[in-house]
């Protein structure tokens, strides 16, 4: 978050960051200058423009409120606020309108992050349905360990260098070891054998596209793979869409590259993906089995566009920064 | 195939190894006794029950009807004969009638083995079909690098230690680096974006179940897993099929084994498949987007079920042997 915001020259007049008790009180050196990390809980949430929250849920619902009540824009990461009917859920490129009207005087609102894979699969989805509607979604996902956070690449490459050594695994991040092999279980298990990762890409798909009805079926499965998100789509539209229509819907759509070029083998890959912060799309072909149907390959940087990149264009969209807007009092807090 | 055959006591009579000129001459330990391996294009076919071929199709479709008309009968692991209508495509536990009639002193026949993910998909769907009608099926396959042999195993090796060693890849079996990456990529091309494994899935599937016209579309891809094949797969019936009747029919289908427990976060997983000869089934979930919709998850050794040990069980099906069947003459070629 603090990358993206040194990247993206976001304005800052000031920045404060927030953590647990057990971080309070450490250094931390952003662009060469250092800041005393604070306690969010005792902190004085006042004179911040703009808070971005990283923490878990929980964290959030208790901290984020307290700061937007403070004055401050809060961007949340965590899924605490996604499904509320009175905060927008906010992929700038695709529904920016969930935020019209909103002022960067207003302040005192909360704004939500969604999910990481929601992201990539929503960027790949709108200039479909706006050329075609859509009718029916299925998605297999590819995620990586980092969508589990640090400890999860870290436990990726630890295990990995264990099974190579031919030693026992140890996990503790990830249900099973995740060292060459792939989970289909991210979250927890709801009551019907769905996952709480399966659940949120489709509420959030149907959220952030205003089609609550949409037909989505997700399984979301943990690969070992780094960073980076991928997935396999399935799209039903309303009217016909040709694959090379579709292409070219996707290559002018914001935020969105197409890579798809068979005869090259060239389709999007995370290890191209990582690091940036566009969606790719590939491997764009007819499914002839229903009578408007196309199958893609979506992949996407998780870590970025799928959390951080995503949270701090939403700062900018809603302050009007990057078009000439004043710099901001902010704070990153996890 | 050697190890299979010793572990199932196929009761061979004499056996005959046969490879490529460069591996001619050298001598293999099969239990315990010497066998010199001979030039498969210039060896004597006579006096053979059964040959098990486990080459590529351009070497079966020269080699295996030599072999046939010399009197054996040949179990062809490639893809030269799949499709081909005069030939068998076989799984023995799903279409044992596709050699009905067929009796041990006949040889001079082919016996096709299916795809290695096809056989996973196929072995989950035929007690579907049965039960409820397949209607439509998607599959998102996650194909472990044994599939592309033991170089795509030594590839997948050496490139994630090189990854771990923050060394430059150097991809010579995959199409692009495979360590820590997903490729959605199995094959080649065809015009229509589709990749031949794809093509594979849905026309083996149709021609094995005997549906001609059954919609399957898939998408094939490969994971950095050393051995196991995984698939989500969607599956939309005929008649309404409750996820705990198909869990039902699923346990007690031959050679599939239902693992399906999320409170205990037990599914089926390569690492517990690869070394063993079922096909495991699990997250058996209703799809809601559709009348009669049911979404698995399903694993198989591809090495084992996926291609070796499938064709020894053809060749006990067809000589019946393990029934009290005389011993064979049999040769493995490569």
């Known amino acids: 978050m603090l990358q993206v915001l040194a990247e993206r020259h976001f304005p800052l007049a000031a920045l404060r960051l927030f953590a647990s008790a057990r971080s309070a009180g450490q250094t931390v050196l952003v662009s060469g200058r250092p800041h005393v ?3 969010l809980g005792s902190a004085d949430p006042r004179g911040l423009d703009l808070v971005l929250f ?9 901290e984020a409120p307290r700061f937007a009540a403070a004055g401050a824009l809060v961007v949340d990461n965590s899924s605490a606020f996604r499904l509320d009917p009175d905060i927008p859920l906010l992929i700038p490129e695709v529904n920016p309108d969930a935020v019209a009207g909103w002022t960067p005087a207003l302040g005192r609102r909360i704004v939500a992050v969604p999910n990481c894979a929601a992201i990539a699969i929503i960027l790949a989805l709108k200039p479909l349905h706006d050329a075609a509607g859509l009718e029916r979604v299925t998605v297999a996902t590819y995620q990586s360990a980092a ?7 870290a436990e990726l490459e630890a295990e990995t260098r264990r099974a ?3 030693e026992a695994p140890g996990a503790h991040v990830f249900a099973h070891p ?6 289909p279980h991210i979250g927890s298990f709801g009551p019907d054998g769905e996952t709480s990762e399966e659940a949120k890409i489709v509420a959030e798909t149907q959220k952030i596209l205003g089609l609550p009805g949409l037909r989505l079926s997700a399984t979301a499965v943990r690969v070992p793979v780094r960073v980076g998100h991928s997935a396999a789509v399935w799209v039903e539209t309303r009217s016909a869409l040709a694959p090379d229509r579709a292409r070219e819907v996707l ?3 914001p935020g969105v590259v197409v890579i798809d070029d068979p005869a090259t083998a060239s389709y999007p890959r995370s290890r191209v993906a990582a690091g940036t912060d566009a969606i790719y799309v590939g491997r764009i ?3 002839p089995t229903v009578p408007h149907g196309l199958l893609l390959w979506v992949v996407g940087d998780n870590v970025r566009k799928g959390a951080a990149v995503n949270a701090v264009q939403i700062a900018e969209h809603v302050l009007h920064v990057g078009a000439g807007g004043a710099p901001a009092s902010a704070a990153v807090a996890r």
């Open 251 to 253: 290559a002018s759509a």
């Open 164 to 166: 190579l050594a031919g």
């Open 54 to 62: 990283s923490a878990g849920a929980a964290v959030a619902r208790t």
């Open 37 to 39: 990390i604070e306690e």
């Open 178 to 183: 995740i060292a060459f092999d792939v989970l």
């Open 147 to 153: 969508g589990a956070g640090k400890r999860g690449l």
């Open 285 to 287: 072909r007819r499914d």
